[in-house]
Protein backbone atom coordinates (compact mmCIF):
# COMPACT_ATOMS: atom_id res chain seq x y z
CA UNK A 1 0.00 0.00 0.00
CA UNK A 2 1.06 3.56 -0.74
CA UNK A 3 -0.34 6.82 0.88
CA UNK A 4 -0.16 10.01 -0.66
CA UNK A 5 -0.43 13.40 0.89
CA UNK A 6 -0.65 16.49 -1.52
CA UNK A 7 0.27 19.99 -0.05
CA UNK A 8 1.01 23.58 -1.26
CA UNK A 9 -2.54 24.19 -3.32
CA UNK A 10 -3.97 27.81 -2.62
CA UNK A 11 -4.89 30.73 -4.29
CA UNK A 12 -2.78 32.95 -6.52
CA UNK A 13 -3.67 35.71 -9.05
CA UNK A 14 -2.47 35.04 -13.09
CA UNK A 15 0.95 34.90 -13.79
CA UNK A 16 1.19 33.87 -10.66
CA UNK A 17 3.60 30.56 -8.83
CA UNK A 18 2.75 27.70 -6.94
CA UNK A 19 4.82 24.48 -6.02
CA UNK A 20 2.57 21.73 -5.22
CA UNK A 21 4.31 18.84 -3.27
CA UNK A 22 3.13 14.75 -2.73
CA UNK A 23 4.45 13.35 0.85
CA UNK A 24 4.39 9.17 -0.06
CA UNK A 25 4.28 6.59 2.45
CA UNK A 26 4.36 2.78 2.64
CA UNK A 27 5.75 0.36 -0.16
CA UNK A 28 9.42 1.09 -1.74
CA UNK A 29 7.64 4.31 -3.08
CA UNK A 30 10.75 5.23 -4.54
CA UNK A 31 10.69 2.27 -7.61
CA UNK A 32 7.02 3.86 -8.82
CA UNK A 33 6.31 6.35 -11.41
CA UNK A 34 4.42 9.04 -9.90
CA UNK A 35 1.87 11.50 -12.42
CA UNK A 36 0.08 15.16 -11.10
CA UNK A 37 -3.59 15.31 -12.37
CA UNK A 38 -6.09 17.80 -12.09
CA UNK A 39 -10.02 17.92 -11.70
CA UNK A 40 -11.55 21.40 -12.91
CA UNK A 41 -15.18 21.43 -11.97
CA UNK A 42 -17.75 20.05 -14.17
CA UNK A 43 -14.51 18.73 -15.94
CA UNK A 44 -12.90 14.80 -16.46
CA UNK A 45 -10.19 14.51 -14.55
CA UNK A 46 -6.83 15.21 -17.15
CA UNK A 47 -3.29 14.13 -16.79
CA UNK A 48 -0.76 17.08 -15.98
CA UNK A 49 2.55 15.40 -15.80
CA UNK A 50 4.66 12.58 -14.62
CA UNK A 51 7.49 11.09 -14.03
CA UNK A 52 9.45 8.16 -13.85
CA UNK A 53 10.87 6.23 -10.71
CA UNK A 54 14.61 7.38 -11.32
CA UNK A 55 13.66 10.88 -12.54
CA UNK A 56 15.03 10.17 -16.20
CA UNK A 57 11.56 10.53 -18.02
CA UNK A 58 9.37 13.30 -17.67
CA UNK A 59 6.03 14.15 -19.57
CA UNK A 60 3.94 16.58 -19.92
CA UNK A 61 0.61 17.78 -20.98
CA UNK A 62 0.32 20.07 -23.96
CA UNK A 63 -1.29 22.88 -21.73
CA UNK A 64 1.25 23.07 -19.39
CA UNK A 65 4.12 22.09 -21.19
CA UNK A 66 6.76 25.02 -20.54
CA UNK A 67 5.24 26.32 -18.02
CA UNK A 68 4.80 23.28 -14.94
CA UNK A 69 7.79 21.00 -14.33
CA UNK A 70 7.31 18.23 -12.11
CA UNK A 71 10.22 16.38 -10.00
CA UNK A 72 11.18 13.95 -7.23
CA UNK A 73 13.33 13.64 -4.12
CA UNK A 74 13.47 9.36 -3.57
CA UNK A 75 15.72 10.39 -0.46
CA UNK A 76 12.31 12.15 1.03
CA UNK A 77 9.66 10.09 -0.77
CA UNK A 78 8.33 13.63 -2.27
CA UNK A 79 7.26 14.21 -5.56
CA UNK A 80 6.66 17.88 -6.23
CA UNK A 81 4.77 20.27 -9.31
CA UNK A 82 6.42 23.68 -9.61
CA UNK A 83 3.75 25.64 -11.57
CA UNK A 84 4.55 29.16 -13.61
CA UNK A 85 2.62 31.78 -15.57
CA UNK A 86 -0.62 30.04 -13.92
CA UNK A 87 -3.96 31.15 -15.79
CA UNK A 88 -7.19 31.01 -14.56
CA UNK A 89 -7.78 27.62 -16.50
CA UNK A 90 -5.52 25.83 -14.49
CA UNK A 91 -7.72 26.22 -11.63
CA UNK A 92 -8.39 22.73 -10.37
CA UNK A 93 -8.17 20.44 -7.93
CA UNK A 94 -5.20 18.81 -8.42
CA UNK A 95 -4.56 14.92 -7.23
CA UNK A 96 -0.90 13.02 -6.86
CA UNK A 97 -0.60 9.37 -8.15
CA UNK A 98 1.81 6.87 -8.12
CA UNK A 99 1.98 3.55 -10.47
CA UNK A 100 4.42 0.84 -10.79
CA UNK A 101 4.11 1.85 -14.80
CA UNK A 102 5.36 5.27 -15.83
CA UNK A 103 2.19 6.41 -17.92
CA UNK A 104 0.19 9.25 -18.75
CA UNK A 105 -3.06 7.39 -18.60
CA UNK A 106 -5.21 8.07 -15.73
CA UNK A 107 -5.20 4.09 -14.67
CA UNK A 108 -2.96 4.69 -11.60
CA UNK A 109 -2.46 2.31 -8.95
CA UNK A 110 -2.72 5.05 -5.60
CA UNK A 111 -4.20 8.29 -5.53
CA UNK A 112 -3.69 11.13 -2.73
CA UNK A 113 -6.77 13.30 -1.38
CA UNK A 114 -5.85 16.38 -3.75
CA UNK A 115 -5.33 20.40 -3.40
CA UNK A 116 -7.10 22.92 -4.18
CA UNK A 117 -5.67 25.25 -7.14
CA UNK A 118 -7.61 28.46 -7.68
CA UNK A 119 -6.13 30.98 -10.33
CA UNK A 120 -7.70 34.34 -10.24
CA UNK A 121 -7.85 36.52 -13.48
Known amino acids: QVHLVESGGGLVQAGGSLRLSCAAS????????MGWFREAPGKKREFVAAVSWNAYNTVYADSVKGRFTISRDNAKNTVYLQMNSLKPEDTAVYYC??????????????WGQGTQVTVSS
Open 26 to 33: GRTVSSYA
Open 97 to 110: AANIRFTRSGSYDY
